[in-house]
């Protein structure tokens, strides 16, 4: 007997393109026979955890035989504590993520569309497909634009039609950097219908100065049909264990704990996620070496004749005037892994993660060496 499961997959399924992580350093590592390698591929933290949380992971390790508490309640605890919301606010995902893939499974399905931005991050369009609903992106900004590539507020808000249940606004945007000031948001989110959920994405956030943003706090309390998602993936350094969350109304909430996976956050994560919060001083002083870290980048831009976008994230996107691919083959072999990012429509660029002085000085000097050999 024989079996096709393509034949048995639901189309939603069958249009799908995996996503295509970093490559790591050991592949690279196996494959070239290098010995030294820089990865500066998927806006990871540098300085990697918060010594707090390394020591809440070893605490836990006795007790990995035991499921982890599945409703996270001390995580939660913390994070409401935070940012002065009830932990009925919060929804716990692996990584930030997992919370965009239930947002899509609550509320979208075949005769329904999500809209978001041209270049806007890879899993918005992977979880609505999914599900069998439409991708509706809207064109970004035009290069020459005082935001360069970012996202076109009043396009999206005009996109916004009967059948649409979710708009994704990440702030900051990956892969372009780009940002949307608080004024402007807000007015954005005013032009939302209650038909439509309104997801702001700030997986970067921490790498804004402080007041820049407007708070989560402030933003629920004036829109019930808002959900803030964000990461303990990329500031505070804990990308290998996966845990993220999205702050939003009690009701919001509620349905997305229903399709939410039992213990979909392990013990581990949860208890190193809740000692993260804790080191502020970790956080500070991963932002200041991402700040450092972008001036170190856009000043070998400016040198090599290279544009690149304006960012508040921990990364740069570059244009490379030429094909990306091509050159990430060649900065491979050099020990560089960085970013194409031709599948978000920008072929001739290469996202670059910031990292610490020496990493970044390694890779730049690969990448001249790659521009004048290639």
């Not at 360069?148 to 039609?161: E, F, S, V």
């Not at 990364?315 to 900065?331: C, H, S, T, Y």
């Not at 990493?359 to 290639?374: G, R, Y």
Request: with cysteine.
């Amino acid at each position: 007997m024989s079996c096709d499961p393509y034949a048995l997959a639901l189309d939603g399924v069958l249009k799908l393109t995996p996503y295509q992580p970093g490559k790591p350093v050991s592949e690279l590592e196996r494959e070239l026979g290098l010995t030294t390698v820089v990865k500066l591929a998927s806006n990871e933290n540098p300085l990697g955890p918060s010594p707090l949380a390394l020591a809440a992971m070893q605490k836990t390790l006795s007790g990995i035989g035991e499921y982890p508490d599945g409703n996270g309640f001390a995580l939660k605890s913390a994070l409401g504590e935070r940012y002065g919301l009830d932990t009925d606010q919060i929804t716990l995902g692996n990584g930030s993520n997992d919370v965009l893939e239930l947002l899509a499974r609550a509320f979208l399905k075949p005769g329904l569309k999500a809209v978001f931005s041209e270049h806007a991050f890879a899993v918005y369009p992977l979880a609505t497909i999914a599900t069998g609903a439409e991708c509706k992106p809207v064109s970004a900004l035009p290069a020459d634009a005082d935001m360069p590539m970012g996202h076109d507020l009043d396009a999206m808000a005009a996109a916004i039609t009967d059948d649409v249940r979710l708009v994704f606004v990440a702030n900051p945007n990956n892969p372009t950097g780009t940002w949307v000031e608080k004024e402007p948001l807000r007015r954005f989110l005013e032009k939302v219908p209650s038909h439509c959920i309104a997801v702001l994405d700030e997986a970067y956030t921490e790498y804004v100065e402080d007041g820049r943003f407007e708070s989560p706090k402030a933003l629920l309390q004036d829109f019930p049909n808002l959900i803030v998602t964000r990461t303990f993936s990329k500031a505070w350094g804990l990308a290998g264990l996966r845990v993220g969350y999205g702050l939003s109304s009690p009701a919001i909430a509620d349905l997305l704990n229903r399709v939410r996976q039992p213990f979909n956050v392990n013990s581990v994560a949860l208890a190193a996620a809740e000692a993260a919060l804790a080191d502020n001083d970790h956080l500070l002083q991963s932002r200041t070496v991402n700040e450092a870290g972008l001036v170190q980048w856009k000043a070998a831009c400016d040198k090599l004749g290279l544009a690149y976008l304006p960012s508040l994230g921990n990364f740069l996107a570059i244009n490379v005037q030429q094909d990306g691919q091509a050159l990430f083959d060649v900065l491979l072999r050099k020990g560089v892994i960085t970013r194409t990012v031709g599948v978000y429509g920008m072929p001739e660029w290469l996202r670059v993660s910031i990292g610490t002085a020496e990493q970044n000085d390694f890779a730049i000097k690969a990448l001249q060496e790659a521009l004048t050999t290639h």
